[in-house]
């Protein structure tokens, strides 16, 4: 039986879910959901001219939180089986569903309860994995189809139409030329490109406030290589990580999968509020102070102070994420942590993701040259050395002056969709924005205690646009009614009218 918009009950709805779903399993509750939507969609039991139940609805149906639900029709979006259409919701494709036919049986069949039920011949996989341990931690928010909708206010993808594509071509191709070539080509086992070292260490360093040598430099994928080879490195099983809630959801989720405890620290308008008390019951310290994640809020020189103080008398160490400490449009760029740090305790990650493109994945640390040479050990047998050819082809790009170059004209354009972002805002949000700090790549809206942000952004979404609810950032029980705005990927023209639309989304849910 179906009801009035051609789809089950929501009693049926419940009943077929728990052949799938069980909170007990060690698979992720999210791919569970994901498997029943699946083999519901191959089932014809969703029609392709009617939306899916949205994600508050579906979540109190099957008994599991939004976020669940929309991590699953998330990965649904991705394998291209439901899409999202402007204002009207999420929809079945009907010839991928055709397509994923012949093997949806052994696929998306609901999954075994233990080892003993599985068909002879057959794997449980949910049996022999081991269970992660930040299940109780909310994931970052995932857009893997944000270059689909026109208005994607989203800080951690690029804008395609401004990457420097012809200089950093050049550099492509004289990386494989001439005495560059064998350092692109070859193992370098547990070393890095020395031009690259160098170039970060005359041209990057500096103007962050460091002066320091190759040894105390290495290069990895990303910052989240460099998060990940930290922690398992030095955390230990019960070490405790005090971290900034809200703050930086995949670290969290590092930390905790190494075995760390994650102890919550405020953060306020003056940055992370880190007292002696938090050092003394953490080994390690894990901070933003540059541009808060996700508030975009520097931490004050005074605070900078404080935080050296308390890692100093508790002996803890501190990881400074410093991810996008160029982009900042008023003033000058403040000095790293690292750069005030005398005594060695502070653990510089830096990344090129966020001006150069999150897809090459080149990051680095900056630390004691011990600690440096005992990183390349644990790499070596880990991913041995990022792509030779990259490595290069960026050390170029830097020592070319393109890097700066294109870092001065990117810094202009944020500046200029920074300003329109921020007038958007208070032309079209129906309740006063606070004072926005002057940087970072995105903006954090407080509103007022009855805006839900989950439901801005699922109302926006519909809209074409793309947002992130604040709860999502938060240690435990976060609030609901903040949501980040960022202007990393969209284009400057489509920002007006992207920010009207969301301040309707946001007058519907006031409404609601």
């Known amino acids: 039986m179906t009801d009035d918009r051609g789809n089950e009950p929501d009693e049926a709805i419940g009943a077929r879910a728990r ?3 069980d909170p007990d399993s060690r698979e992720p509750l999210f791919q569970q959901v994901r498997r029943f939507l699946e083999q519901s969609l191959l089932e014809g039991r969703f029609r392709p001219n009617r939306p899916l139940p949205s994600s508050r609805h579906l979540a109190g ?23 999202s259409r402007p204002r ?39 049996a022999r994995l081991p269970r992660p341990l930040g299940e109780d931690l909310q994931h970052a928010a995932a857009h ?37 070539l064998a350092p692109s080509l070859r193992d370098s086992v547990d070393g890095d490109d020395e031009l690259l070292v160098k170039a970060i260490c005359r041209e990057i360093l500096p103007p962050r406030g460091m002066s320091v040598s190759p040894a105390e430099v290495i290069i990895t994928n990303g910052a989240q290589q460099a998060l990940s080879l930290l922690a398992d490195l030095l955390v230990q099983e019960g070490d405790t990580v005090s971290v900034e809630n809200p703050g930086y959801v995949d670290a969290w989720h590092i930390f905790r999968n190494a075995g760390a405890t994650l102890h919550p620290i405020e953060v306020d ?52 994420d410093d991810f996008d400490s160029e982009v900042r449009f008023k003033g000058r760029p403040t000095p790293s942590l690292k750069s005030l740090d005398r005594t060695g305790r502070v653990i510089y990650v830096g990344t090129f993701s966020k001006f150069v493109a999150p897809g090459l994945r080149l990051g680095f640390i900056v630390a004691d040259a011990a600690l440096v040479a005992a990183l390349r050990e644990r790499r070596r047998y880990l991913t041995k050395h990022p792509s030779g050819h990259l490595q290069r082809a960026l050390g170029l790009f830097i020592e070319s002056g393109e890097y700066h170059r294109a870092l001065r004209q990117h810094r202009r354009h944020l500046s200029r969709k920074w300003e329109a972002v921020v007038e958007g805002l208070e032309t079209h949000l129906p309740f006063e924005l606070p004072p926005v700090p002057a940087g970072g790549l995105s903006v954090w809206v407080n509103g007022p205690d009855e805006l839900d942000g989950a439901r801005v952004a699922e109302l926006a979404r519909e809209r074409g646009v793309l947002v992130d609810a604040g709860e999502r950032f938060y240690l435990g029980e976060g609030r609901r009614n903040q949501i980040r705005v960022g202007f990393n990927a969209i284009a400057l023209p489509a920002i007006p009218r ?10 519907e849910q006031l409404a609601e």
């Not at 939004?66 to 998330?74: C, D, E, G, I, L």
Request: net charge neutral; charged share 15%.
């Open 61 to 83: 149906v099957l008994g599991v939180s939004r976020n669940t639900v929309s991590a699953a029709y998330q990965e649904l979006t991705a394998l291209g089986l439901i899409e």
């Open 498 to 507: 992207g920010l009207e639309l969301l301040g309707e989304a946001v007058r």
């Open 269 to 320: 308008g003056g940055g992370a509020r880190v007292t002696r008390a938090d050092a003394a019951r953490s080994e390690f310290v894990y901070l933003t102070p540059s541009h808060h994640h996700p508030t975009s809020v520097t931490t004050t020189y005074a605070r900078r102070a404080a935080i050296l103080r308390a890692a100093q008398s508790e002996d803890a160490l501190v990881i400074e």
């Open 88 to 126: 009207s919701g999420l929809y079945p494709v009907p010839e991928r569903l055709t397509a994923a036919q012949p093997g949806a049986a052994s696929s998306a069949a609901a999954p075994s309860r233990s080892r003993g039920a599985v068909p002879t011949g057959q794997v449980d996989w949910s």
């Open 19 to 21: 052949q799938y779903i």
């Open 144 to 180: 893997p189809d944000w270059t689909r909708h026109p208005f994607p206010f989203l800080p951690g993808q690029p804008e395609l139409g401004t990457f420097p594509a012809r200089a950093w071509l050049r550099a492509l191709n004289d990386a494989l030329a001439g005495p560059h």
